[in-house]
């Protein structure tokens, strides 16, 4: 696993969005990221390829939907994870914010098959 390689896909507001979720909700299907932080799908699929192709994610086809969840392979980069979602929480407001909109998606039982319904307050 290439370390410089890894950093640079930490190093996008989006990416540690994304990175923020998983470790909050520990796996997540493409469709649920989609919508808890508000971005298109070719977007999002961009950036999780890139995470991914890092070692950062793993991705699990299950029928039409991928779920993700962090790659743990490596202590030294679970730390760099850890510290990089810490800093970014705190200075970052829009990751409590999708925090926030995680707990609400979880709470609201929906589903990949539902989730065009959730709407999130």
Known sequence: MDTVEYLKALAD???LRIVSLLTQADTLC???VETVLGVNQSNLSRH???LKHAGVVHAVKSGQWVHYSLARESAMHADLVSRAVEIARAELPQLQT???R??????????CDTIKQWVAR
């Open 98 to 100: 999708d925090a926030s």
């Open 102 to 111: 995680l707990e609400d998606y979880k709470a609201s039982r929906f589903t």
């Open 48 to 50: 999780l390829t890139r």
């Open 13 to 15: 507001e989006t990416r």
């Open 30 to 32: 493409a469709c649920e």
